[in-house]
């Protein structure tokens, strides 16, 4: 988890995308920056199936990192959307 925080924390910092398909598979809950301009479409895809949560400042990342704890269905259900997403690739 630590992994994946300091993965998207460095969104903010350098306005630098990254690869979320690598996640999708995993199955996990996406949360994604504003910064996405290398994975653009990925993102937009993402977004669209559900599998991403695309966040603008540090404050929506924090209330929505924190939903996420407390809600196992939606972390599962937005998970699920990521593996189903990624299959195609």
Known sequence: ???????LLRQFITASG????EAASLG?????????FNFAEA??????AGAVIQVNNIEELSKKIE??????TQ????GQ?????????
Not at 18 to 21: A, D, K, P, V, Y
Not at 75 to 78: A, G, K, L, M, V
Request: aromatic residues 4%; proline residues 7%; glycine residues 6%.
């Open 67 to 72: 939903y996420l704890f407390k809600n196992k």
């Open 28 to 36: 996990k809950p996406i949360l994604i920056g504003p910064h996405t």
């Open 81 to 89: 959307a990521g593996k189903a997403s990624a299959k195609p690739l």
């Open 1 to 7: 988890m630590l992994l994946v925080m300091l993965h």
């Open 43 to 48: 993102t937009k895809n993402g977004i669209a």
């Open 18 to 21: 990254q690869n979320l398909i």
């Open 75 to 78: 972390r599962e259900q937005i």
